[in-house]
T-cell receptor, first 117, second 113 residues
Framework: GAVVSQHPSWVICKSGTSVKIECRSL??????MFWYRQFPKQSLMLMAT?????????EQGVEKDKFLINHASLTLSTLTVTSAHPEDSSFYIC?????????????FGPGTRLTVT | AQSVTQLGSHVSVSEGALVLLRCNYS??????LFWYVQYPNQGLQLLLK??????LVKGINGFEAEFKKSETSFHLTKPSAHMSDAAEYFC???????????FGTGTRLKVLA
């Protein structure tokens, strides 16, 4: 099956710094990738939809200037958390869509745990 | 608008017993429905999906789910629980229009020896 990787798997950063998380589709091209945020013991919340070569579409309530998304190629999307604060600590998961005949299938990365101190 | 409700944030079953995780959805358009499993500190793994074909869907690891339009339900079942089934399970709904996924709040399955 299709594989999506994330790097790093976990990161600790100091308050006020920025951190970049990479999401790669390893064996397929993904025109669309998604970024989710998951708080402890809660569900996934869609943050934004990332389309290759165009600006990301953010969900309501998500600060686009704080969560910068770049989808530079068909296999790579990055999420940069700028000026991170402790409340940004969370589990960030990306996913990528692939065409499988007439069905779009979504594959999830293993997630990145961000801790801001 | 679409939404998903998972009844029971925690479910405990004995090893070998039937697993039943409930999911009800709301959708104004024909839905696509999914069940995902998440192990600690890992991403989501697709168990099975319904996309308007057969209403009884068989997935991996012995799981299956039945789409019941009249009850707006898509409950997940497994005849015999195994210790390795202990995890968090998420039901999700999407559609052929937006393809955005709306996730339920999850059900944590505990399997007792």
């Amino acid at each position: 099956g299709a594989v999506v990787s994330q790097h790093p798997s976990w990161v600790i950063c100091k308050s006020g710094t920025s951190v970049k998380i990479e999401c790669r589709s390893l064996d397929f091209q993904a025109t669309t990738m998604f970024w989710y945020r998951q708080f402890p013991k809660q569900s996934l919340m869609l943050m934004a939809t990332s389309n290759e070569g165009s600006k990301a579409t953010y969900e309501q309530g998500v600060e686009k200037d704080k969560f910068l998304i770049n989808h530079a190629s068909l296999t790579l999307s990055t999420l940069t958390v700028t000026s991170a604060h402790p409340e940004d600590s969370s589990f960030y998961i990306c996913s990528a869509r692939v065409n499988s005949g007439s069905l779009l299938e979504e594959y999830f990365g293993p997630g990145t745990r961000l801790t801001v101190t | 608008a679409q939404s998903v409700t998972q009844l029971g944030s925690h479910v405990s079953v004995s090893e070998g017993a039937l697993v039943l995780l409930r999911c009800n959805y709301s959708s104004s358009v024909p839905p696509y429905l999914f069940w995902y499993v998440q192990y600690p500190n890992q991403g989501l793994q697709l168990l099975l999906k319904y996309t308007s074909a057969a209403t009884l869907v068989k997935g991996i690891n012995g799981f299956e789910a039945e789409f019941k339009k009249s009850e707006t339900s898509f409950h997940l079942t497994k005849p015999s629980a195994h210790m390795s089934d202990a995890a968090e399970y998420f039901c999700a709904v999407s559609n052929s229009g937006t393809y955005k996924y709306i996730f339920g709040t999850g059900t944590r399955l505990k399997v007792l020896a």
